[in-house]
């Protein structure tokens, strides 16, 4: 792999930033959907029958690997970093969403229920009791989950959907070792970067 | 002028888990007093406050609770009877992570809608109620601070603001000195029974020494089983009477012939149960 073939500059430069852009909406995408779906899965909040079916999704979707779901989400939408948000984003659903369910169940149920002898309706006692419990967490889980997904998504290239991976992928399988280290150098700088992020900002809140 | 009666239950029953956790044969509260239950822990005292606020059903009897006859179906009318009805507790039950202010909000809650209070609109009526709620228990001066980086004390004074903005007419307080120390305590106590004063509310309170109850309430009940033993004024309460109520209770804070605590623990009656002579009674 050496010496480092810095010609491919350029496409480090867009494929990282495609690889950082399919992390951010994947995480964000998937956290959409994992908030609401972790209060349903709370089993003490919801009814059983609400809860059980949502935490069982949610396991089935964290059983599959990654890559199968990029392959896929590739299969059905075609190749790049669409596929590559949407693999991220059914993975996150499945496990921020439990970390969600899990916190909530954790919470001093107590305060809410002052809460409630208030006159508090059900939504403003997540909005003011809730939420403001377990934020900090939250916030925390994200930050792993994006730390996370930025190391998964250099590799989602492999099958296809977008990022550096791919380029890695495509170098390998021409021989070009010295272009293909550069991209890997990239890779590791880049998940380590990201890693940073990740601890900055749980550092700020714990 | 004839007595307003804002609590009146007539043979109520609580069962849980198949037990019969309350009985209580007939109780009347009328507006203004100031009660005070005592009793072991296990006797009830939570049970009926729980109950008073709606939270735990009653199977049989009759109560009826400012107008209000249980049980109260309805989603709506149960809110409204939630704010009529304010409650402080033994662990004070603050959210930790918002400010003195935003937990007095709280207690505006139930007459906010949910689009104003998720956008942190506040009409002017609210912040002024909050603002009177905060001076009341004198905490101006720590509004902006989280709930949790407060004191014992401060945060139950907290938990009182933030039921006085529910402008209540009954104010629950379920052990409300438990867990803070004597001289804090009585701080607790002298505002708590000021506020009630200020705001006219009819005060139930449930405490574990009797020589508070006996300071602060007017009237007494003292509890055993799920009932109601003794029902009676606070003067009337002599030191006899309360050995002999403690004796039949089973002495969790145990007052001796002096009027003085002999033992807080649970169940440490050391000349065996029912029947025997106190020490010094
Ligand atoms: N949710 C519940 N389910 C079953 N039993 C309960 C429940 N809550 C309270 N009890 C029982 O009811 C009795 C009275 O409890 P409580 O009202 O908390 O007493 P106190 O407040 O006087 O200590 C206790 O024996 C307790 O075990
Ligand atoms: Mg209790």
Redesign the pocket.
Known sequence: MTPPDWSVWDVLLTSAVETLQTTIAGTFLGALFAYPLGVLAASNWTPVWVHLPIKAFMAFVRSIPLLLLALLFVSAVGLGPFPGVLALAVHSVGVLGRFVAEEIEATDPKPLLALQGTGASSLQIIQHGLIPQVLPQMVAHLAIRFEMNLRDSTILGLVGAGGLGFYVFLYVKQFQWQKSGVLVLAIIALVFAGEFAAWQVRKRLI | MPKEVVIQIEDARVE??GRT?LALDHLEVSRGERVAII?N???????LMRMLKGYVPCQEGKVVVMGDVFPIKDTQKMKTHHRHIGMIHQHFDLIGRETVWQNVYHGRLGYVSLLKSALGICSERDLQICAQAIHEVHLEDKQRRFARTLSGGEQQRVAIARALAQEPTILLADEPVSSLDPALSEDIMDLLVSVCDAYELTLIM?LHLPELARKYADRILAMKNGKIMWDGSSDSLSNDRICEIYEFMGTNGVVNGNGTRASRSAFTWPYGWQGQPLPGG
């Open positions: 849980m888990e956790i009793g822990s296990g006797s009830g005292k939570t049970t449930s």
